[in-house]
């Protein structure tokens, strides 16, 4: 199969890329709408906005199977952008989906409210509370309604070795700051993209292709208060020069969010275990493995 890795440059874009060497039965095209000049494969220049150019670029290089990486992941920026986040969330995904190739997309927890205490199933009712989960959902909508047998994995918190992220905003103020404030009434999961990545060329290389919306997170909950703590802890363990930094648990309240966050964004991951039969580490271990792949 010829296949397309848009968003290529980002944090599962890059990962994908890493694995897509353990599969070489495949030739792979990656993609961004920028690319940097010190890039370490061919990254073709491609904005997913531009139907004509995606119709083109599928065309040209006859690509059967699309994984769609690329994404307006700021979610505070989206508030006072949501016409843009649409543009690149939900109506280039549309682009994408009739180009002619078959389609893996990437969505999120921000599709739910946040205010239940259950992990969250595929078929739960959605209701998105910011811009950029509407903007998500309206791009799992449009995917669905050209090609209702497409693949969806929604995922959460979401780090890597690759781009900015949570993991590595903790480790730079743990190292600059004596002291910070992380939220502790905010419960989800971690989830090392390389996980993700994995996921998905499982998906690839099912026997068959399995159509659905699957909830992908690593094993296991907490809050971004113990997940500081642990980036802290596992980067101790790992390195010489050590962190050392208070770590106070607060409330949503005490942080000035610029927009709402979910309370409790915990997805149940029982159907992709199921469907795949993959296993899914906890995300502590994936913490681990991230900071020795780092080093
Ligand atoms: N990060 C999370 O915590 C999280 C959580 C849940 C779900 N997700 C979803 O997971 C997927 C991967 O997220 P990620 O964290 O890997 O994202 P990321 O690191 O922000 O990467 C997204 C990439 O898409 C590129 N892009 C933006 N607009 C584009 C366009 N018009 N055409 C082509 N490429 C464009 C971005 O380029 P620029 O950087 O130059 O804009 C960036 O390289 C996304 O669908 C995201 O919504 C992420």
Redesign the pocket.
């Known amino acids: 199969m010829n296949i397309l890795i ?10 994908m890329r890493i694995l897509s060497a353990q599969h070489p039965k495949h030739t792979y095209l990656f ?4 690319v940097p000049e010190n890039s370490p494969v061919t990254v073709h220049p ?5 139907e004509a150019a995606v119709c083109g670029f599928v065309g040209e290089h006859c690509v059967d199977l699309i994984v ?7 979610v505070d920026k989206a508030e006072q952008d949501e016409p843009v986040a649409l ?3 939900a109506d ?1 995904v549309a682009n994408l989906a009739r180009s002619g190739a078959r389609l893996i ?6 599709v739910f409210s946040g205010d239940e205490h259950l992990p969250c199933r595929e078929q739960d009712p959605v209701a998105p509370r910011t811009a ?1 989960g509407r903007t ?1 959902y309206a ?1 799992e909508q449009a995917l669905l309604a050209i090609q209702p047998d497409a693949i969806i ?8 070795e ?5 993991m590595k905003t903790m480790i730079r103020l743990g190292q600059t700051k004596p002291e910070i404030g992380v939220v502790y009434d905010q419960i989800g999961t971690p ?1 090392y ?1 390389l996980d ?1 990545a994995q996921a998905i060329f499982a998906a690839i290389e099912a026997d068959e292709w399995k159509a659905g919306i699957y909830h992908y997170t690593n094993e296991g909950v907490c809050s971004w208060y113990d997940f500081t703590l642990a980036i802290h802890e596992v980067y101790n363990m790992l390195h010489k020069d050590q962190i050392n930094c208070r770590v106070k648990p607060i409330l949503s309240e005490e942080y000035q969010y610029l927009t709402p966050r979910p309370h409790y964004s915990v997805l149940n991951k029982a159907k992709v275990k199921q469907t795949f039969g993959i296993q899914i580490p906890h995300w502590r271990d994936s913490l681990i493995a991230c900071m020795q792949n780092i080093q």
């Open positions: 848009t968003g290529a440059n980002g944090q599962l874009g890059n990962e993609s961004d709408v920028f491609l904005d997913i906005t531009d769609n990486c690329a994404a307006y992941t700021n543009k690149i969330n280039a997309h990437i969505s999120t927890d921000y950029y998500k791009g994995f929604r995922t959460a918190w979401l780090y890597s690759y781009g900015n992220n949570f989830t993209a993700l």
